[in-house]
């Protein structure tokens, strides 16, 4: 039996502003940032020369997890994306399950936007500036800034003029050579698979046009609509760039590449536009991590304020305004993920996590009816099965620790309700 919907139509309901327009942006901010620039090098070393099917096969899984998503949110057109839908459509422990899998995903998504931050922006202290980025955006969070709707308009179009630049120069120099796009023997079936659930990372940004539902206007069209074009015009802008980076280093060089745009660059003969590409994945990642951030500690609050976690962490500070207990604790985190893992386990392990949210997400859409605006049901049944497929595709590494913080989550989930059952 379901929990009650914690959205009551009550005055502190947030206020329908977004339009069409404004809630692309905001799926084009979520998705066309730092991903693109941390995921190519890992997905390459795990599919080798078949890194663009598993592109195509992520953006094949996020098109279903999209779709989903959107008919879901339209029906409930309230903050908290896949966390109230499992709980109203599969029960209260799917959607505490979706809440937790999202909170243990993005805050290792965060880690590993600032580790993007480190390697671009001083290549030989990656850690060490992948730590005082969380710490300066913990900072500022805490006194309540936030990313306003023009700043992220401004990092998409700074991100989308370098990604071209990156493009363009690395397709029309004389290093380019389409030939190292072929497919040859070492592509798998399983590294392309893996490849697949590492560049997802760089994919799941278009929930965030759902998880704002209660602040769309008109939500049961706009959102269908939104979403599914900010995903095709980020597919495009990927597919470009990966077929334009590969062709200059080819998968061997691209799979060693710890900052392969900046690299492809270089290699383009244009060693000019390397601080140019350095400066524009900083920037993506900072802004990637400051709302992250942002959305983490704000899904850590509701899920403290439902007990799902330590209430102590629902405190929202009395002058600033802020979720600050849960902002301090994802910032701790973070930092200390940052300071000791490598970029592809941190992105294996968001993604085992993500992936595991849009399980729920297309299982929740396969309840609804036609009247309800169900999607084709090979939408939600492919969605869910490309999840699972993707997730335990992932390095060994992310699975076993992914399913073991998931499986943490659910065991505290199973103590909470058996104390609550004594009392």
Known sequence: MSEPSTTTGAPDELR????????????????????????????????????????????????????????????????????????ERLG??????????????KTASCAAMALTVGAYAWPGQAHAVAVAAVVALTAVNYAGVRKSAWLTRVIVAAVLAVLAAVAVTALTSGASDMARLDIGDDATVGGVLQAAGLLFFAFAGYARVATLGEEVRDPARTIPRAV???????LVVYAVVAIAVTAVLG?????????????????????????????GAA????????????????????????????????AVHPRFKVPHRAELAVGAVVAVVAATADVRGVIGFSSFGVLAYYAVANASAWTLTSDEGRPPRAVPLVGLAGCLALAFALPVSSVVSGAAVLAAGALWYAGRRLAAGRD
């Open 228 to 234: 599914p074009v900010a995903l095709g015009i980020t």
């Open 283 to 314: 920037l993506a990642a900072l802004g990637s991590l400051l709302a992250l951030i942002l959305g983490v500690s704000r899904t850590t609050l509701a899920m403290a304020r439902d007990r799902h976690l330590p209430h102590a962490l629902a």
């Open 16 to 87: 329908r502003r977004l339009g069409l327009s404004d809630a692309v942006v905001i799926g084009l901010g979520a998705m066309i940032g730092a991903g693109i620039f941390a995921a190519l090098g890992p997905a390459a070393r795990a599919a080798g020369s078949g890194l663009l099917l598993g592109l195509a096969l992520a953006a094949v899984v996020a098109y279903c997890n999209a779709t989903s998503s959107a008919r879901l949110a339209a029906r409930y057109p309230a903050s908290g994306g896949t966390y109230v839908y499992g709980r």
């Open 251 to 279: 998968p061997e060089e691209l799979a060693g590449a710890s900052a392969p745009l900046s690299e492809a660059a270089r290699a383009a003969g244009a060693d000019w536009l390397v601080p140019v590409v350095r400066a």
């Open 92 to 105: 209260a422990f799917w959607g505490y399950l979706a809440g937790w899998a999202f909170v243990v995903g």
